[in-house]
């Protein structure tokens, strides 16, 4: 894959992580699920997010101009679940949420 298609690709994932307004997690996952499996029979992922695809919500901040935080769910690769992740913690597996180290360990049936 070309460096410029590679850029499209990893455009368009972050976007793909963007949860709208009207929307519920699972109207999300539901939205964006053709594309995303899409991705990954492709390999489009990016290097650094092969595991899991976290959530994020458009949000206003005027002084700030608009930023899209994380929202705490992600979908899991591995059982395709959509799983609570928690705060993100740095230094614990690899800049991984906890929750998702927890998913992993306690409850994935990937
Ligand atoms: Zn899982």
New binding site residues.
């Given amino acids: 894959m070309s460096n410029f298609s590679s850029l499209i690709a990893h455009d368009e994932y972050v976007r793909m992580g963007n949860v709208r307004d009207n929307e519920t997690p699972s109207e999300w996952m539901d939205r964006i699920w053709p594309r995303l499996q899409y991705f990954r029979k492709n390999d489009l992922l990016p290097t650094e997010n092969k595991k899991y695809l976290e959530a994020r919500k458009l949000v206003l901040v005027l002084t700030l101009g608009i930023y899209a935080p994380a929202i705490r769910l992600a979908i ?6 959509l ?1 609570y992740t928690g705060e993100r913690t740095a230094n614990i597996g690899n800049y991984n949420h906890i929750g998702m180290e927890r ?2 360990k306690f ?4």
């Fill in positions: 899991c690769f591995s059982c395709d679940q799983i998913h992993w409850s994935c049936s990937g």
